[in-house]
């Protein structure tokens, strides 16, 4: 556990050098890299018997992608400053080009090719989310679900150890419908609850405030909904994740900690 703990912070550290660009930071929101994801990979690498200077180079060259496809998103959120906005699509492509050079330097072209498919799949199904072209609600989750895992699902297949797909999946799923409900409960925009609102009865309506509550609290409802089965499938197959280790254990452990259903939560408060 200590090595892993210790890979980890190696490279999170290294990640956070490239990423926190002092003048980057004095105009754009500081950006966000997601442990959970490197935790995740440092925690399959562990068991490739990689030297770590290569674990280093693709752990922070899928690290400094994903952060890159995390900032581009964000401009939708980001203030109406046309410069702020400006300089969040320069650090995106920034960390992208970064991220080209540090797997060029590693000179295996398969992985690029491997990693290109999945930026790809990534944008594609952000276009269908944001611009709500999905046609169902499973549509909608498993769009959410790609953008959130196809970079780590397309290392591990890489790899072949496919036995991490489906828990990862749904893991970070979980994960991101946790963070849509909080966006939604402190009235800040959420995408995947334009996407609820769109694919329900109410959608004919207007702005978020012409929703009534009871409306409101449904597409809470669906959310719960689909955390609930996210959480029990993660539940369910927790054991048969091969090389668990402790920390991430307790990682996953303190995430389904997470989630308790709004109506639970509002009966208690009241």
């Known amino acids: 556990m200590q090595d892993i703990r210790q890979n980890f912070m190696n490279i999170k550290e290294k990640v956070e050098q490239y990423v926190f660009d002092k003048y980057l930071l004095k105009h754009i929101d500081t950006p966000v890299i997601d442990e959970d994801k490197l935790l995740i990979l440092v925690s399959i690498m562990d ?53 080209y050079k540090l797997l060029a330097d590693s000179e295996d072209i398969l992985m ?61 799923l979980f994960k991101r419908l946790l963070q849509e409900k909080k966006r939604y409960l402190q009235k800040e925009s959420s995408v995947v609850f334009d996407g609820f609102r769109n694919l329900t009865t109410y959608s004919h309506q207007g702005h978020e405030g012409e929703l009534l509550k009871g409306q409101q609290d449904q597409l809470i409802n669906v959310c719960d909904e689909y955390l609930d089965r996210s959480k029990q499938i993660i539940k369910d197959g927790i054991n048969n994740i091969p090389f668990l280790n402790e920390l991430l254990e307790k990682r996953i452990g303190c995430l389904l900690q997470e989630h308790q259903p709004y109506v639970k939560t509002f009966m208690e408060e009241g």
Not at 67 to 86: C, G, V, Y
Not at 151 to 171: G, I, K, M, P
């Open 47 to 99: 068991h490739l018997e990689l030297p770590f200077t290569k674990l280093e180079n693709f752990a922070t060259s899928i690290m400094l992608i994903q952060t890159a496809l995390d900032t581009h998103e964000h401009i939708s959120r980001t203030s109406d400053n046309e410069k702020s906005r400006q300089l969040t699509v320069l650090a995106g492509d920034y960390y992208s080009g970064l991220y």
């Open 112 to 172: 690029v090719k491997t990693l290109s498919t999945g930026v790809r799949e990534v944008n594609e199904h952000k276009i269908s989310v944001y611009h709500l072209e999905t046609d169902s609600l499973e549509t909608l989750i498993e769009s959410i679900k790609v953008l959130e895992c196809s970079l780590l699902e397309r290392f591990v297949s890489y790899f072949q150890v496919d036995l991490w797909n489906e828990q990862t999946a749904n893991l970070l």
